[in-house]
């Protein structure tokens, strides 16, 4: 027997996790902010959840058919894709909406580059960003907190979210008036409208912990995004408490937890490099802050990661570590 030599490009040593484990374990650390997402909105929140999911696996699983290519749908990725999704959609959105979104993530911003790893922009914020500039009505009819009425009531009140109801009163009045009755406990448990995966911010921080636990998420990216927003806001803050909001209000509101700890630290579209993870967070955090505060959206955070995504590429090229050996002439 002649000895064989195997030439390939590194990581040569394998921690032993496979793409389905890691899929499945982020899926696991969703779980807590997708069940109290469905106590809290009831069975239309289910629905979303489902639909997301079920059209995200079938849009992956036809296409690789279609393309004539392994076959990958089941590893997890597509699931995670959009069960996340469905987490950045309002609960009571249509059903055709859950399959365009679903159709967008994973084929225009995932297969259409090559599948999983290739990808340039996370999946599920390019489906949900396409669906709240093509379809803006149904994107921001959010429904009021269901804790009494029941996991099947069909009586559906909308009502807006606290940072609409911030970007409302300052429009309207130039100042703060309706959301300063806003409960920073409600926040902090979910006892507001908003996206199904947004409104607990104990439960993704949770799964967030969880994540940065295994291994799967550096604390990097999450520290540094939320503390650039709270210190951003918090000059505002303190500058002019009658336009600006405590910054509390927006660390606890909004989609920043769940972009902090499950978008943004997206493996293939975050740097892989702890300077450029530190660059990447802070850029997030500044690009929030500047479109909650004087844009026309109330939320940011889904147009700061993917504008940050398209930077990812210079930013690990400008601080990968130095070569072993190397000095610069």
């Not at 993530?105 to 259409?112: G, M, R, Y």
């Not at 804790?147 to 970007?167: M, N, R, Y």
Request: proline share 5%; aromatic share 14%.
């Amino acid at each position: 027997m002649e000895d064989k030599l195997f030439l390939s490009s590194s990581p040569h040593v394998h921690c032993g996790e496979s793409i389905p484990i890691v899929m499945y374990n982020v899926i696991v650390a969703l779980l807590p902010a997708t069940i109290i997402g469905i106590y809290i909105f009831g069975f239309p929140a289910l629905k979303v959840v489902f639909l997301c999911s079920l059209f995200s696996l079938l849009s992956e699983f036809l296409w690789q058919k279609a393309s004539k290519v392994k076959v990958t749908a089941f590893d997890g990725s597509a699931i995670l894709t959009g069960l996340l999704l469905a987490l950045n959609l309002p609960p009571g959105s249509p059903w055709w909406v859950c399959l365009v979104g679903s159709v967008v993530s994973i084929v225009i911003a995932k297969q259409v580059f090559g599948g999983l790893g290739y990808n340039p922009f996370n999946p599920a914020l390019v489906g949900r960003v396409f669906l709240l500039i093509s379809f803006p009505v149904e994107m921001t009819k959010w429904l009021q907190p269901n804790f009494t009425k029941g996991f099947f009531s069909s009586d559906i009140v909308t009502s807006a979210t606290p940072l609409a109801l911030v970007k409302e009163d300052v429009m309207l009045h130039g100042k703060i008036l309706n959301a300063k009755g806003v409960n920073l406990f409600d926040l902090f448990i979910g006892n507001v409208g908003g996206c199904i995966g947004e409104v607990s911010v104990i439960a993704l921080v949770a799964g967030g912990l969880y994540l940065i636990y295994r291994g799967y998420v550096r604390w990097q990216v999450p520290f540094y995004f939320i503390m650039t927003v709270f210190i951003f806001t918090g000059i505002m803050w303190l500058i002019n408490s009658q336009v600006y909001i405590n910054p509390l209000y927006h660390i606890f509101s909004g989609g920043l937890m769940l972009g902090a700890f499950f978008m943004a630290t997206d493996m293939v579209t975050s740097p892989i490099t702890e300077k450029g993870m530190i660059i990447f967070a802070i850029g997030c955090g500044i690009i929030t802050a500047t479109i909650r505060l004087w844009g026309g959206y109330p939320e940011g955070v889904s147009f700061a990661i993917l504008l940050m995504n398209a930077t990812v590429p210079l930013i690990d090229r400008y601080t990968k570590p130095k070569k072993f050996g190397y000095t610069l002439k």
